[in-house]
């Protein structure tokens, strides 16, 4: 069977997180559950309708911060689209991730294109970078790995990462590495792979992101369950991690991590099936943003209004679609936009 004959298959769960609890499957009160169906060539394919109440706002910029998009949103289920443990859109509006161990993107007309083979069964970080090319956390070989957008090869960056989970990059050229066989996360050079430290004294970090003006990462503990903060003093050099949010009670494995427009930090409860919403300073807006009716959802990204995919869409990877989840504000640009 051809890759164009077939949508794109959920990839490799890192070990530590395949074999947790299951979490809740059951829908939130007033979702309901419609016949699924596969989308047709040019249709975004919804087969499930969340909770609803979202106003349609002008997200155009200045955006007013003051005032947040009420919570929980509504969702919407795009089964055409499958994903591994995390994906990005790129330029074109190809939505890219782990299929069987290929760098394979799919675009919302049905369009499929394997950009890269062989990139590793098992990778937790994948992310397009603002020259347009790929870059992958192999998490067999410990390494961070670039791919070329067009011929498709592939360029060690870094080697010996102690189970690199976690990518981010920035609009400078540096990759973000999520260490979480150590307490660290690192900041490399994508062109000349030299290393920094961004943060140490973690506890499993998993899930790293910058802040929409790049002066903040943010980054999550799969197991230690809490958020960190840190905060940015020069290009390479970053202030001792704070805690964002830490729960009272356990958690269900923080994993994926974005921003929004306005630097309010999204996360996801693996296990659970949950995403929240936290602001810098605990106070306006947190809460739980959704309680999808499945769990293991490991990553989430903001659309960028190319070729279907919506800015104001937060969307949620998990094991069987993809979640689009209707914010009513826009993400942190995405870094291909000019």
């Known amino acids: 069977m051809t890759w164009m004959a077939i949508v794109l298959a959920a990839g490799c769960t890192p070990p530590d997180e395949a074999d947790g609890p299951s979490g809740s499957d059951t829908p939130t009160d007033g979702v309901t559950a419609l016949p699924g169906s596969t989308a047709s060539t ?6 499930a309708t969340g909770t609803t109440g979202l106003p349609t706002g002008d997200t155009a910029a200045p955006y007013d911060c ?11 289920q795009l089964t055409q689209f499958q994903t591994s443990e995390d994906f990005d859109i790129d330029g074109d509006g190809y939505l890219c991730t782990n299929h069987d161990g290929n760098l394979a993107c799919k675009d919302m ?4 294109k394997i950009l890269s083979p062989n990139i590793g069964n098992v990778t937790a970080g994948i992310r397009v970078a603002a020259d347009g090319s790929w870059l992958v956390n192999n998490v067999s070989q410990g390494s961070l790995v670039r791919v070329d957008p067009v011929s498709g090869g592939q ?17 400078d050229g540096y990759a973000f590495v999520g260490e979480n066989g150590s307490d660290k996360v690192r900041q490399i050079h994508i062109d000349t792979g030299t290393q920094y430290i961004a943060a140490s004294g973690l ?17 999550g503990s799969f197991g230690g369950g809490v958020i960190y903060a840190i905060d940015r ?7 001792a991690p704070r805690i964002l949010h830490d729960p009272p009670q356990p958690d269900g494995g923080f994993d994926g991590i974005n921003v929004d427009i306005c630097g309010n930090v999204y996360i996801t409860e693996y ?26 959802i490991p990553n989430l990204r903001w659309g960028h209004d190319i070729n279907g995919w919506d800015s104001s869409t937060l969307y ?7 979640y689009a989840l209707d914010m009513g504000i826009p993400g942190k640009e995405h870094i291909l936009v000019p």
């Open 42 to 47: 040019g249709d975004t394919g919804p087969t």
């Open 66 to 76: 003051s005032v947040l998009p009420p919570i929980p949103v509504t969702w919407t």
């Open 109 to 112: 007309a049905g369009n499929t």
């Open 155 to 171: 360029t060690t960056v870094v080697a010996g990462i102690a189970y690199p989970n976690g990518l981010e990059v920035s609009s």
């Open 203 to 219: 506890d499993a970090p998993n899930g790293v992101i910058l802040s929409p003006d790049e002066q903040t990462l943010y980054a």
């Open 233 to 239: 003093i020069s290009e390479t050099e970053w202030d």
């Open 271 to 296: 296990m659970l099936g949950r995403v929240y919403r936290l602001t810098d300073d605990g106070g306006l807006g947190n809460g739980e943003v959704v309680d999808l009716p499945e769990s293991w």
């Open 316 to 322: 949620v990877s998990a094991s069987s679609s993809i």
